[in-house]
């Protein structure tokens, strides 16, 4: 059998299936011995050929998923040299978010800062001090998105509260790289 054919899975036949579940006559003469011979026969030639089937669509199933794994690292070897070259488009044309071409176009855009909170007491206990109590909540804990839209953050990553110019304590930031995605037509 060969690998691209798909192979066809043989089905016992419903006669056979549903002798099974009937009563057999009784073996009276030699000839009905020879006849149930033969059928154990047959039918185990037929169980022999379904598993050499199931041998070859495992076999067949192997070599698609790794052609499939194949295909999912051309993909991602295609998509970051796109990325490489949108890269030196983009450092060509700074302000230019999106490049169109005949198939597709490239995006850049800008992504938010991710917050974190390592030290959850201490950073409300900052709030506190430094006067931003509208942020905190009755179990004391931060509004985080009152937050957010009161307080600066400076290029390297510290929050500041804008009134006091006092650093808050217990929180960071991180700036993230910008995202990049392909669109296809």
């Known amino acids: 059998m060969q690998l691209n054919q798909k192979p066809t899975v043989k089905i016992l036949a419903d006669a056979n299936r549903e002798g099974s579940n009937k009563k057999r006559k009784e073996i009276k003469k030699k000839n009905d011995v020879e006849k149930s011979i033969l059928e154990i026969k047959e039918i185990r030639k037929e ?42 488009l983009r450092s060509k044309y700074p302000t230019k978010k999106t490049f169109y071409f005949k198939n597709g176009k490239l995006r850049f855009g800008k992504r938010q800062r991710k917050w974190d909170y390592p030290d959850e007491e201490r950073f409300v206990k900052t709030c506190e001090d430094s006067g931003l109590t509208d942020v905190i909540q009755n179990r004391k804990r931060v509004h985080k998105t009152k937050f957010k839209n ?8 510290r929050v500041i509260n804008p009134e006091t110019k006092e650093i808050i304590k217990g929180v960071k930031t991180k700036k993230r790289s910008d995202y990049f995605r392909i669109y296809s037509k």
């Not at 009161?150 to 990553?157: A, R």
């Open 47 to 88: 169980m022999e050929d379904v598993k050499k089937e199931i041998y070859y669509l495992e076999i067949e199933l192997e070599n698609r998923k790794n052609a499939l794994e194949d295909k999912k690292e051309t993909i991602r070897d295609i998509e970051n040299s796109v990325r490489n070259y949108g890269e030196k």
């Open 150 to 157: 009161i307080v600066e953050v400076k290029d390297d990553g």
